[in-house]
């Protein structure tokens, strides 16, 4: 994903690129019932297959620089017991969670023929990760706008830089 100075817009960019991507699972989702052919069946699993890889690399790096970079410092200003920070943790986790089931049902979905559980188990994936990206794009950030000084974001980015 992007590399920006500001730890904020770097991870406001990030959601963007997520948001994409939940965009085509939503497409792929629709398509998946209609699928008769193999070929067509075929090419949807590679396709929800990629998605479920960005999950699993790309929205996973993500979290990690939400938990190990952001949340610790802001955490200074608005605690991480309880609030904002402890809802997101819980979110990410439930979202770990629900990627895995998709991922599962993905990955059986060509034996069982059964489509309506990767619809399903996709559908509670985009809306968790949409509602979360919302909760933290209009609340999150702008708490830490509000609190972290230069020097404190500068920390921040330096330590998501390191995340992979």
Same mark, same amino acid.
């Given at each position: !994903? ?16 997520? =948001? ?24 949807? /699993?590679?396709?929800?297959?990629? *998605?479920? #890889?960005?999950?699993? =690399? ?13 949340? @610790? ?11 904002? /920070?402890?809802?997101?943790? *819980?979110?990410?986790?439930?979202? +770990? +969670? ?7 049902? *993905?990955?059986?979905? @060509? ?11 996709? +559908?509670?994936? *985009? ?9 933290? #794009? #209009?609340?999150?950030?702008? !708490?830490?706008? !509000? ?6 974001? #500068?920390?921040? !980015?330096?330590?998501? +830089?390191?995340?992979?």
């Amino acid at each position: !994903m992007e590399d920006i100075l500001d730890p904020i817009k770097a991870l406001r960019s990030d959601h963007e690129v997520v =948001k994409g991507v939940l965009n085509n699972l939503d497409g792929y989702l629709k398509k998946i019932g209609e699928s008769t052919s193999d070929s067509l069946r075929k090419n949807l /699993i590679s396709q929800l297959t990629e *998605i479920t #890889n960005f999950i699993d =690399k790309d929205l996973e790096v993500h979290f990690k620089k939400e938990e190990n970079a952001l949340f @610790p410092v802001l955490g200074n200003y608005i605690g991480s017991e309880t609030g904002p /920070i402890h809802v997101m943790l *819980i979110e990410h986790e439930q979202s +770990r +969670r629900l990627a895995k089931d998709f991922k599962l049902s *993905i990955s059986e979905y @060509p034996d069982k023929n059964n489509h309506n559980i990767a619809v399903t188990s996709g +559908r509670s994936l *985009i809306g968790l990760l949409s509602e979360h990206i919302d909760k933290e #794009n #209009n609340i999150l950030f702008m !708490m830490a706008d !509000m609190h972290l000084t230069g020097a404190e974001k #500068n920390e921040i !980015m330096e330590k998501m +830089r390191t995340i992979k």
